[in-house]
């Protein structure tokens, strides 16, 4: 079968190759790849940056934002040949951390996890996959190919699911006003669950050209172009960081309003200094209880938030997400970034 696969560590390695069918090992349900949505993460591999081969191999299978139709299903499992469904990419540490032992992998303590087309287990850019039925979320079929954004949507759901228990520090929080920084992929997720909530939605994003505007514009929400640091009037009651550019990240922190939120969602490369006048910062953070925190993964309820926030959204909208679909044969073109990209699938179909 083809599988897309990559040596991480060597740069540019990435390519299509034949494979073994995919061992019972992996799992009791055989799925067939519909589409694979590329990220961020996915390059950083492509680019030797990132990731670890299976254990004994050279190359992995590259692949975490999955989207198939079941093939073979135990008859006791809740699958059925036809469903529609999604991969979870993270596996528990096999010690386990007490997170992982609670079903919170995504909060794994000792770095022990596994990631599916990341870390130490072959993703799901195949034909076919095998995948244990735990780990696999059910969609309507509704969703449609819609349903390859479900992976980045649990990313965001998780985001939320936070930044809603940190709100709980005060009995009476009731937020109105959100910003998001960057309008890619998960920007515009992270923006639309926010709408979802009723909330007054900004989105600052680093240029004008192409879709961004029109679909920010459909969703409800105020699309700014510009630099943070000229948004000093602005002081939104949750702000949502998903770009990881150094300058950007540095300039969130402290620009809520009183009792504020910061949800830093973007990876940042290291090595970036920037001046930052620390006891400001901390005086107004202190002064203000405002809060900071990081997220990246997610556990199952996350997928489960994602596929209704998912359900919930305008279909034509989500379809506006994805912007190029490219045949698995020419997968490493959905690598090179265009004009107008926002989410690039790779097409199995």
């Not at 000792?110 to 995948?131: A, L, Q």
């Not at 300039?251 to 910061?262: F, R, Y």
Request: charged content about 25%.
């Amino acid at each position: 079968m083809r599988a897309l696969t990559v040596a991480p560590g060597i740069a540019n390695s990435a390519g299509i190759e034949d494979v073994p069918e995919p061992p019972p090992s992996d799992g009791a349900v055989l799925v067939r790849s519909l589409a694979l949505g590329v990220c961020g993460t996915d390059r950083e591999i492509v680019a030797g940056l990132y990731g670890w081969a299976p254990p004994g191999r050279k190359r992995l299978v590259i692949g975490h934002e999955s989207l198939g139709t079941v093939q073979d299903a135990p008859v006791n499992s809740s699958f059925k040949r036809g469903d529609l469904v999604v991969g979870i990419v993270r596996r528990p540490d096999p010690v386990p951390c007490p997170c992982c032992a609670a079903g919170e992998w995504d909060m794994c303590r000792n770095g022990r996890y596994t990631e599916r087309g990341i870390k130490e287990r072959d993703g799901y850019g195949s034909e076919f996959f095998r995948i244990e039925p735990e780990f696999l979320v059910k969609l309507d079929p509704s969703l449609g190919v819609n349903g390859v954004l479900v992976e980045p949507t649990s990313i965001v759901a998780k985001a939320w699911d936070h930044t809603e228990r940190i709100g709980r520090r005060s009995r009476v929080w009731a937020p109105k006003t959100l910003l998001v920084t960057g309008a890619g992929p998960i920007g515009l997720l992270a923006a639309m669950i926010g709408a979802q909530r009723g909330l007054d939605v900004h989105i600052l994003d680093h240029n004008d050209r192409g879709p961004k505007r029109q679909i920010v514009r459909d969703l409800g929400a105020t699309f700014h172009v510009g630099e943070l640091a000229d948004m000093a009037i602005m002081q939104p009651d949750i702000l949502m960081e998903c770009t990881g550019v150094p300058g950007v990240v540095r300039d969130t922190l402290g620009h809520t309003a009183a009792a504020g939120i910061v949800c830093l969602l973007g990876v940042s490369a290291p090595g970036h200094d920037l001046d930052l006048d620390i006891g400001g910062l901390n005086r107004t953070m202190v002064l203000d209880n405002d809060a900071v925190f990081g997220a990246v993964n997610a556990n199952r309820q996350h997928y489960e938030d994602a596929v209704i926030a998912l359900q919930r959204a305008d279909q034509r909208w989500l379809d506006s997400l994805i912007t190029r679909r490219v045949p698995a044969e020419q997968w490493t073109q959905a690598l090179v970034p265009q004009k107008g990209d926002i989410k690039v699938v790779v097409d199995f179909s």
